[in-house]
């Protein structure tokens, strides 16, 4: 047999030769299986090396190929919504790593014709288990807007001040014979029964100038002395500026005589135009007392202001004397003055 080796076995005796005859010779003979263990022994080993490094790469392949994050964000104007969205997703690739150890150990020991076999093989495997862990994770934010609306509201303070008693048309007219809530008689220029003197007339009144006056008779002549005398006399217009809110007058002295000062006066007011301001009914009564011209102020002079309450605005106003200092031939005036806005 091609398989068979020799073994020398020294004698006891080392100095002396001994010779072996063929009977002294044993045969050991090795498997043919122990050649094909070896070769699958070796093929197993590089299938477990080339396992253990799929079992590192795959998961890293895993992790970057299938990890995914989704975000949407969707926002409103007026009402605002935002929703946020993240899907996460891990993935662990199971790992199995595998180890097989095989160790051969052959022990021939020969006292004298003995022979032992010994295999030992040891296989250590390691499996780790695969585990896939998905996280979603929903944020849902909502905001609301709320809108505040602010209203301003602005006071405008009109100017109290001195009115000018500027007509429409210039027209201005007398009265005598006129008391409140009665209809008005029409005066005319002269010197008799119920006239004025051509040069003091109604427009005098109203012209801002106390150098100017108006002096008219009423019921009497200009030689007549009574107490009646230039009583219920007046005059009415239509202003040009229109509507106007009169709270406050006030008189102003002649030149000359103050028996002739006005004491009681009125003041009506109406929101018709034209001829209809003769009728009594036409008009309403804002003011009816004191001129301010109690204490002589002294001549071509102005009295105290006198208030009037009132809230209703007119566009025409009719003044009216009832009452005057003391006995004369007429009543005199250089101004009417109203005050309001």
């Known amino acids: 047999m091609n398989d068979i080796e020799e073994i020398y076995l020294p004698s006891h005796n080392q100095h002396q030769p001994v010779s072996i005859s063929n009977h002294d010779w044993v045969s050991v003979t090795h498997n043919r299986l122990t050649k094909r263990f070896k070769i699958w022994i070796g093929v197993c ?15 890293i392949l895993l992790i970057n190929g299938k990890s995914t994050s989704f975000s949407t964000t969707t926002t409103t104007t007026q009402a605002t919504s935002i929703s ?32 032992t076999t010994s295999r030992t093989t040891s296989t250590t495997s390691t499996s780790t288990t695969s585990t896939s862990t998905t996280t979603y994770t929903t944020s849902t934010s909502t905001t609301s807007t709320s809108t505040t609306t602010s209203t301003t509201s602005t006071s405008t303070t009109a100017t109290i001040g001195q009115l000018p008693l500027v007509s429409i048309n210039g027209t201005i007219i007398g009265i005598y014979k006129t008391t409140v809530g009665t209809n008005s008689t029409t005066a005319t220029p002269g010197n008799y029964i119920g006239q004025y003197i051509p ?20 019921t009497c002549g200009e030689t007549t002395i009574d107490s009646i005398c230039g009583l219920n006399t007046g005059l009415y217009l239509e202003l040009q500026r229109g509507l106007s809110l009169i709270i406050g007058l006030q008189m102003c002295t002649g030149n000359d005589y103050p028996e002739r000062d006005p004491f009681i006066i009125s003041l009506e007011g109406s929101n018709l135009s034209g001829t209809v301001l003769n009728l009594g009914t036409s008009w309403t009564l804002i003011y009816n007392g004191p001129s301010g011209l109690q204490t002589d102020p002294g001549r071509s002079t102005c009295g105290r202001f006198q208030s009037i309450n009132n809230t209703i605005q007119y566009k025409s106003y009719r003044f009216l004397v009832s009452a ?17 806005y």
Do not use: M, W
């Open 84 to 115: 946020t969205t993240t899907t996460s997703i891990t993935s662990t690739t199971s790992t199995a790593t595998s180890t097989t150890s095989t160790s051969t150990t052959t022990s021939a020991t020969s006292t004298s014709t003995t022979s």
């Open 45 to 59: 080993t590089v299938i477990g090396i080339a396992t253990f490094f799929a079992a590192l790469l795959v998961p």
């Open 324 to 340: 005057k200092r003391s006995i004369s031939n007429s009543v005199q005036y250089s101004e009417v003055h109203l005050y309001g």
């Open 199 to 218: 040069t003091e007339s109604p427009y005098n009144a109203c012209d801002n100038n106390t150098g100017t006056k108006y002096l008219s008779f009423g």
